[in-house]
């Protein structure tokens, strides 16, 4: 059973940053699909980050490419999303995920075809 826990979601101002974290168990192949999506309030959810643990290019939604790094910590099996340059757009609910067909669709917005979530953790930035 694959699981996901999310933290490090807090509150920063406008060009602030932060970094969530993802504690990963259970995955059933050395080479598996993972990434980041988010929930602003009112819209669907939509992937921001992919990637293949064991190897393998990230992808990022334009929205974030360029302020946003993904990676992963094969030692401590843990899943990181760096934010930087936050904006007040960023302001939602991220969520650690896995199990996708191909880490690239996270460039297709509205795009969120994982099979497994965390929890979420709130990050709000403030204008």
């Known amino acids: 059973q694959v699981q996901l826990m999310e933290s490090g979601g807090g509150s920063v101002q406008t060009g602030g940053s932060l970094r969530l974290s993802c504690a990963v168990s259970?995955?059933?192949?050395?080479?598996?699909?993972v990434g980041w999506a988010r929930q602003i309030t009112g819209k669907e959810r939509e992937g921001v980050a992919g990637t293949y643990i064991g190897g393998g290019s990230t992808y990022y939604a334009d929205s974030v490419k360029g302020r946003f790094t993904m990676s992963y910590d094969d030692a401590k099996n843990m899943l990181y999303l760096q934010m930087e340059s936050l904006k007040p757009e960023d302001t939602a609910m991220y969520y650690c995920?896995?199990?996708?067909?191909?880490?690239?669709?996270?460039?297709?917005?509205?795009?969120?075809?994982?099979?497994?979530w965390g929890q979420g953790t709130q990050v709000t930035v403030s204008s």
């Open positions: 259970g995955l059933p192949a050395s080479t598996y699909c």
């Open positions: 995920a896995a199990d996708c067909n191909n880490p690239s669709w996270v460039r297709v917005p509205g795009w969120r075809d994982f099979g497994f």
